[in-house]
């Protein structure tokens, strides 16, 4: 029998309030603190570039598309940022060098189409180079998509239909090969979702090209 997960959860004003087990939070309709690790590095052509997983937890809606590598629930006796550890290393399989870890900022999200119907999403960046063939498949991640930060933007914005990236899969573990990826595939996210993905994209471009963390770009 699965052991169940508490999690903290918060009043409007961010104030903890409580602790829950996830189901219940979601059954409630609490704000709850989710996390979510970006990956992205400058390559030696200086082209920025991403680290991504392909879903495939069992009865996720979003299945097949692309997302950050990591994210999920923070558990009760962690902050966001253990969470953000935590997380990275059950879905990618490799242990963060936490000194490295870049907060960018966060964001609420509110919405009654999901089961996290309110969360603040807390969003982290780690601007190092992780090879394809260090990730690890499990349950929730089929794969690992390498790919351009400003190809991905371009799909995001629209300006493009489809973009193409090295991947590794779980169906082909010991091959790295090209992986086309097709902006129908990510409406099944709608707006609120895609709307998120590029402000990440927005803080990612900040820290990678200048170095800075740009928070305004959650406001």
Known sequence: MKQEEYIAVFDGEGRK???KTRDQAHRDGDWHWLVFVWVAYVDKEGVARLLLQVRARP??????NIDAPAGGHVIAEEGHRQGAMREFEEEVGVRL????LIYLGNRPLESESWACRRAIQHFYLYPRFIRLEETRFNEEVSGFLEIGLEDLTALLEGDVQRITGLARLAT??????????????LDSYGEAILAVFRRSMQAIRAYVRDGRVDASVWE
């Open 17 to 19: 309030v409580g602790i």
């Open 172 to 185: 082909a573990p010991d091959e790295i090969g090209e992986l086309e990826v097709l902006q129908a595939s």
């Open 97 to 100: 060098a936490e000194e490295a």
């Open 59 to 64: 009865g996720d809606p979003f299945a097949g």
